[in-house]
């Protein structure tokens, strides 16, 4: 019995082992080992105070949540630039008086990304979200930090599987 209970202890310690380039977010940074995300300018016609620190910041600190890669100012491995280039609110439900029941913001981001030692991973995309908020509420306060931190969150995770997962 002892022999099995040995066994099964190595077998278990082996399947934790890993080669040193993946994370339990399944994150591939290769032999990078550092990275550097540049402020993101906000370039769209309507301009929130204070979204770009606040979105740069995010990418940065998911990048560092979820890999093992150091955040440098400059000379990074991986390299994160771009800018906002649309935060925008439509209406998108009606009632019955053909005013607007619901409202979106939409924000999208223009992302160029560098991988210094794999140029082939290289890549510039847009990514977007969106959030639907009662219309009879002003985007201001709480409702403007709710619908900024889903918008947010969302965008930072599909660019993080966008460069650095095989997703």
């Given at each position: 019995?002892?022999?099995?209970?040995?066994?099964?202890?190595?077998?278990?310690?082996?399947?934790?082992?890993?080669?040193?380039?993946?994370?339990?977010?399944?994150?591939?940074?290769?032999?990078?080992?550092?990275?550097?995300?540049?402020?993101?300018?906000?370039?769209a016609d309507i301009v929130e105070p204070g979204i770009d620190r606040a979105f740069t910041i995010r990418l940065q600190d998911l990048i560092q949540g979820q890999t093992n890669?150091?955040?440098?100012n400059d000379g990074g491995d991986l390299i994160y630039e771009g800018e906002i280039i649309d935060y925008y609110v439509a209406p998108i439900t009606a009632t019955a008086q053909?005013?607007?029941?619901?409202?979106?913001?939409?924000?999208?981001?223009?992302?160029?990304?560098?991988?210094?030692?794999?140029?082939?991973?290289?890549?510039?995309?847009?990514?977007?979200?969106?959030?639907?908020?009662?219309?009879?509420?002003?985007?201001?306060?709480?409702?403007?930090?709710?619908?900024?931190?889903?918008?947010?969150?969302?965008?930072?995770?599909?660019?993080?599987?966008?460069?650095?997962?095989?997703?």
């Amino acid at each position: 019995m002892n022999k099995i209970g040995f066994i099964l202890s190595c077998l278990l310690l082996f399947s934790f082992q890993s080669c040193g380039i993946y994370s339990f977010t399944g994150a591939d940074t290769g032999a990078a080992t550092t990275f550097q995300v540049n402020y993101f300018q906000n370039n769209a016609d309507i301009v929130e105070p204070g979204i770009d620190r606040a979105f740069t910041i995010r990418l940065q600190d998911l990048i560092q949540g979820q890999t093992n890669l150091s955040l440098t100012n400059d000379g990074g491995d991986l390299i994160y630039e771009g800018e906002i280039i649309d935060y925008y609110v439509a209406p998108i439900t009606a009632t019955a008086q053909n005013t607007a029941a619901q409202n979106r913001l939409t924000i999208a981001v223009n992302l160029r990304y560098y991988n210094t030692l794999q140029p082939e991973k290289d890549l510039e995309r847009q990514f977007s979200f969106y959030y639907d908020y009662d219309a009879n509420a002003q985007l201001t306060g709480p409702t403007l930090d709710t619908a900024l931190e889903e918008i947010f969150s969302r965008i930072t995770q599909d660019i993080f599987n966008a460069t650095l997962t095989n997703w």
